[in-house]
């Protein structure tokens, strides 16, 4: 998991609240991904920033939102509008924009609606 | 559109016996395809990945995974399995023809090597 930094570990919601996922990355790469994984789903992309500035929707954006201040950082809002938040939450990031290049994830946050 | 399907939910083997975790894939173009590891409450562990040339991979920890153009697949596999193997695997596809650079993951397979 080394170089990408994910807290907290464990995040416990009450309905109807909005909480933020914080990731953090030292590898000086420009795109982040932010993935939900579901038991027997695998990984589902919620979105994704080749740069700075710069996000575009995954595959399940509803209920989410993101920002892209500054390089290293790619933080995740899981919305009072996100019917099931319970989930592990993954980041990853990757160099450059090459098809080829691998991703390297985080440890996860593990979210719990109460 | 691009997917991968990993057919079987649990591999069971026994310690010392070689090891086969199945991946295929549908792609329109050329796939670049990826192995990875996760332990219990972990993130994803790079294994290995296919991009162009040779279609046998060798990668961490004892592992290697063959391209299969015509069968479509990306099969994981090592020669002597440990217990310490023991853990859920997934594998990954990017198709550059559509122009999504995230990579899109089969629903994993739970290894489990027995002692």
């Known amino acids: 998991d080394g170089g990408i930094t994910q807290s907290p570990k464990y995040l416990f919601r009450k309905e109807g609240q909005n909480v933020t996922l914080s990731c953090e990355q030292n590898?000086?790469?420009?795109?982040m991904y932010w993935y939900r994984q579901d038991p027997g789903q695998g990984l589902r992309l919620i979105y994704y920033?080749?740069?700075?500035?710069?996000?575009q929707k995954g595959d399940i954006a509803e209920g989410y939102s993101v920002s892209r201040e500054k390089k290293e950082s790619f933080p995740l809002t899981v919305t009072s509008a996100q019917k099931n938040p319970t989930a592990f939450y993954l980041c990853?990031?990757?160099?450059?924009?090459?098809?080829?290049?691998?991703?390297?994830f985080g440890p996860g946050t593990r979210l719990t609606v109460l | 559109a691009q997917s991968v399907a990993q057919p079987e939910d649990q591999v069971n083997v026994a310690e010392g016996n070689p090891l086969t975790v199945k991946c295929t894939y549908s792609?329109?173009?050329?796939?670049?395809l990826f192995w990875y590891v996760q332990y219990p409450n972990r993130g994803l562990q790079f294994l290995l990945k296919?991009?162009?040339?040779?279609?046998l991979v060798k990668g961490s920890y004892g592992f290697e995974a063959e391209f299969n153009k015509s069968q479509t697949s990306f099969h994981l596999k090592k020669p002597s399995a440990l217990v310490s193997d023991s853990a859920l695997y997934f594998c990954?596809?990017?198709?550059?023809?559509?122009?999504?650079?995230?990579?899109?993951f089969g629903s994993g397979t739970r290894l489990q090597v027995q002692p």
């Open positions: 990853a990031s990757s160099t450059g924009t090459g098809y080829y290049n691998e991703q390297f």
């Open positions: 296919y991009i162009t040339g040779d279609n």
């Open positions: 792609v329109s173009g050329n796939p670049y």
């Open positions: 590898l000086n790469h420009d795109a």
């Open positions: 920033s080749q740069i700075v500035n710069d996000f």
């Open positions: 990954a596809v990017r198709d550059p023809l559509t122009g999504r650079r995230a990579l899109t």
